[in-house]
């Protein structure tokens, strides 16, 4: 059977090529397809500085003017976001196809965009982490919690042997 599980990033107008470089770091890490970003901070200064395993040459990683208008085929769109409403990520089961929004690290994501994600998710911490260390965690949370997705288990299923 092939693997549902589907991951990918958006990034809402990243600060820094240092930001981006971590995020493809942790992209490689845990198996994300594509990096999308938009805004044009990133653009000014992009040396990948901190990507330090190359994982740019492969994942994709791609400028564009709307997260919204490049949902993969099937991806629950899932912002992270410190506010009312949004889920704990302890709480979370994450879909088996998902993209996951990050907005800046020194700023919010838009309501706009909340609106048209289907999951709002935040880190409970007791300050706010950076965009890197954001990214590092929810998709740590992904893999951590594996078969349990909303599919049900895909791995280490017991089978019927009476």
Same mark, same amino acid.
């Given at each position: 059977?092939?693997?549902?599980?589907?991951?990918?990033?958006?990034?809402?107008?990243?600060?820094?090529?240092?930001?981006?470089?971590?995020?493809?770091?942790?992209?490689?890490?845990?198996?994300?397809?594509?990096?999308?970003?938009?805004?044009?901070?990133?653009?000014?200064?992009?040396?990948?500085?901190?990507?330090?395993?190359?994982?740019?040459?492969?994942?994709?990683?791609?400028?564009?003017?709307? &997260?919204? $208008?490049? !949902?993969?085929?099937? %991806?629950?769109? =899932?912002?992270?976001?410190?506010?009312? /409403?949004?889920?704990? @990520?302890?709480?979370?089961?994450?879909?088996?196809?998902?993209?996951?929004?990050?907005?800046?690290?020194?700023?919010? &994501?838009? $309501?706009? !965009?909340?609106?048209? %994600?289907?999951? =709002?998710?935040?880190?409970?911490?007791? /300050?706010?982490?950076? @965009?890197?260390?954001?990214?590092?965690?929810?998709?740590?949370?992904?893999?951590?919690?594996?078969?349990?997705?909303?599919?049900?288990?895909?791995?280490?299923?017991?089978?019927?042997?009476?």
């Amino acid at each position: 059977m092939a693997n549902k599980r589907y991951a990918c990033i958006g990034l809402f107008n990243p600060k820094s090529p240092e930001n981006v470089g971590s995020v493809m770091r942790a992209a490689g890490c845990y198996g994300v397809a594509s990096v999308f970003y938009t805004g044009k901070r990133y653009e000014r200064a992009r040396d990948f500085v901190t990507d330090t395993k190359k994982i740019h040459q492969d994942i994709p990683l791609i400028g564009i003017d709307d &997260l919204r $208008k490049i !949902i993969p085929l099937g %991806c629950v769109p =899932v912002a992270v976001e410190l506010v009312e /409403g949004a889920r704990a @990520l302890p709480e979370y089961t994450h879909p088996d196809r998902a993209i996951y929004i990050f907005g800046p690290e020194d700023g919010s &994501l838009d $309501k706009e !965009i909340r609106d048209w %994600c289907e999951d =709002v998710v935040y880190i409970p911490t007791t /300050g706010c982490m950076n @965009l890197a260390a954001t990214v590092n965690v929810v998709l740590y949370d992904r893999m951590a919690k594996g078969i349990n997705t909303r599919s049900g288990p895909q791995f280490g299923r017991e089978t019927d042997r009476t």
